[in-house]
């Protein structure tokens, strides 16, 4: 139970981070919310980390399956 409990989890954050992704993506394309280059890179910097952290959501999962 606790490890379905888990999994659930797991693919609940990955979901969301997913979509925090898609959103700072739109802000990267929304010339308004990007007004320099330190700006652009902060937000090409937090999707770096998010998607990072996706990878890791997936090497949890298959760690989970594997047990």
Not at 5 to 23: D, G, N, W
């Amino acid at each position: 139970m606790a490890l379905t409990y888990t999994a659930a989890a797991i693919a609940e954050h990955a979901k969301l981070i997913e979509e925090h992704i898609e959103e700072l993506k739109n802000n990267l394309a929304n010339r308004g919310a990007v007004p320099d280059y330190s700006a652009y890179c902060a937000l090409a910097g937090k999707i770096e980390g998010l998607r990072t952290a996706l990878t890791l959501c997936d090497e949890a999962m298959r760690k989970l399956n594997e047990s």
